[in-house]
């Protein structure tokens, strides 16, 4: 059996930890797909080149209310999606030649077939050959979790996985789940002129955000898409062509393709960790400790396969984490999850770090909150916006910001100042009016909430 210094399994955020400092190490590199893992190949990257592209395509609809009137000639759905991916197979590929054939790498062994554990520090590679390492570092993260209903593998469906690689666009689209996932790619295919029809479990769509920016975006929703709340599909089939979904309601809803968005389930399963002494929990992601250690002695863990945030910034940051302690282990540094941003990026945009309102009563937290609409900033006025806002949370006696929710357009970019604010421990005051706030931009937003904060002090 052939003995490595380390193994990695999962080309995603673990294939980031090998540089210099590992010159001399003999590792493995374990993926059976594609280089790169789900960010680059079927997940951030080509999503949010398909969300930009949306967003272009859907110009002409909201134009008019400017008194500029604009038509859509078209959408050359063949060139969107090979612009796309002609951007990034070829990243995937160049990843894998790298890591094969530089130089650089000249320790670096590749194995592409599916492994898993077969003993303690054990992984058989899939090639036939088994192979035993010092340390592993487990970064296999996860796949689609499609729900068992009754005639739903006969009927045909597609994931996030094969969504973007459609050979044409439908003229129906139902989509299965109100997540993330199915918010943007309901943005996505809406704008490119695609019937869409959301079909959700619960009574809120991105449930899990700030109840009054869940209740907005439904209510947006509802306007764009056929929205089917409070509701299950109790059995698929399809006849002549079209996916019918029977739903609990006795409705049906009929589409030409179905996207299952119902979450994802991690990797451990097929990677069979228990085998290597592994523990995981009882949604079956691997536990970690505060510095990425595996209950094993030498194995690490990162990114979807145990964070509780399935982000690719996460995903990054563990691996920087998981890179040191391989290399330091004495000396371990532990992992920062204090304030995790996340943006959906539909329309409109959402972006949200810390406490919801709901969370903070919950725990029992003392808050005070702020709300500004775009409709009363200048820049709000320009764009003729009438539904964003950003709503915050403070601590009313330290003026520490708890939490920070905004709805409408460029919310990715404007929550950054807040992420800022609260890693840093800065005062709200301080934040808005210790610094200049460009007039009449968008960031007039954040600077007005953190005014309206109504603190006791300061
Ligand atoms: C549609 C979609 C859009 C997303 N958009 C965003 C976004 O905008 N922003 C954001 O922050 N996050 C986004 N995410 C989440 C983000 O993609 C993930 O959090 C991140 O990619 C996880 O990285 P990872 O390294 O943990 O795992 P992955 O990137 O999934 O890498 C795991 C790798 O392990 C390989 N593997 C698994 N099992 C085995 C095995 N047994 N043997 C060999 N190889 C194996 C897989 O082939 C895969 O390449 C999105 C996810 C999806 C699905
Ligand atoms: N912009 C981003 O950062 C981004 C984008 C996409 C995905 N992601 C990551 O990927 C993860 C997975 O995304 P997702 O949208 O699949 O999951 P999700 O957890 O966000 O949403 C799953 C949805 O499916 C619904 N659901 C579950 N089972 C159902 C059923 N049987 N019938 C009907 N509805 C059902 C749930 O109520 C929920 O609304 C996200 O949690 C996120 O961390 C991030």
Redesign the pocket.
Known sequence: MRHFDLVIIGTGSGNTIPNARFSGWDIAIVEHGKFGGTCLNV??IP??MFVHTADVAETPAKSSRLGVDEQLLGVRWPDIRDRVFGRIDPIAAGGRDYRENHPDNAKVTIYDQVAKFVGHKQLDTGTGETITADRFVIAAG?R??I?D?PGLAETGFHT?DTVMRLEKLPKRLAI?????????FAHVFSSFGVRVTL????GR????HDSDICSRFTELATKRWDVRLD???ARAERQNGAVRLHLDDGDVVEADELLV????TPNSDRLAVEATGVEVDENGKVVVDAYQRTSVDGIYALG?ISSP????HVANHEARVVRHNLLDPDHPLEVNHRFVP????TEPQIATVGLTEEQAREQGVRYVTAHEDYSSIAYGWAMEDTTGFAKILADPDTGLLLGAHIIGPQASTLIQPLVQAMSFGQHARTVATDQYWIHPALPELIENALLKLPLTAG
């Open positions: 997940g951030c999503t949010k996860g689609p979790m729900p209903i996030s299965l789940g109100g997540g993330f996932i199915a918010a943007e079909i959700n479990r619960s769509l991105l449930r899990g509701t299950t599909v968005a119902t979450g994802r979807d945030y399935e982000l690719k996340h943006a959906v990026f």
